[in-house]
């Protein structure tokens, strides 16, 4: 018999350190820009700016918080866990993980993991809410966690899967 992947443990994979430093960086940024927009009498320019800031100090801050955004793997699937949104995915859900693009930007793409599931496991990962088709879909898995890029992610997933759930 095949030995189970992390010897059977679950693995937690944090986010990834560059989206942290990414997002706090481009926080501080947009903080400092609101700080000379508001030297110079522009509130509303301030204000606008300042949401931006938010964000990014948010997203950053959330980044440091231990567990607060991390991918779980175990036997029975994995789980995506964020500040705003969080999902569980059985293995036995899934027919194939496959690499695909999706658009980024005005050009751009970027590069995720497909989740293709079985007959009669889609409709129940569909967003439900208007708020929640503007969050991160249950259908991808973004390369965000433990520093891994998409190629090792892919095998990673795809490994547990075919352990656990083939």
Excluded: C
């Excluded at 980044?63 to 500040?83: E, F």
């Excluded at 693009?101 to 793409?109: I, K, M, N, V, Y």
């Excluded at 129940?124 to 190629?151: F, M, W």
């Amino acid at each position: 018999m095949e030995t189970p992947p992390n010897d059977g443990e679950p693995l937690v994979l944090r986010g990834s350190r560059a989206g942290t430093v990414a997002a706090l960086g481009v926080g501080l940024l947009f903080t400092l820009f609101v700080l000379v927009l508001l030297s110079a009498g522009d509130v509303l320019p301030a204000f606008v700016v300042g949401m931006f800031a938010l964000v990014g100090l948010g997203a950053g801050i959330a980044g440091l918080i231990p567990r607060a955004a991390n991918l779980r793997l175990d036997d029975q699937g994995y789980a995506v866990t964020s500040p705003l949104r969080s999902w569980r995915i059985g293995w036995n859900e899934i027919d194939r993980l496959e690499r695909t693009e999706l658009p980024a930007g005005r050009r751009g793409t970027t590069p995720v993991v497909e989740v293709v599931f079985r007959d009669g496991f889609e409709r129940q990962h569909l967003p439900q809410t208007r708020l929640s088709k503007l969050l991160p879909d249950e259908h991808y898995v973004y390369p965000a966690y433990g520093n891994l890029d998409i190629e090792r992610l892919l095998a990673l997933l795809d490994q547990w899967h075919t352990h656990y759930g083939g």
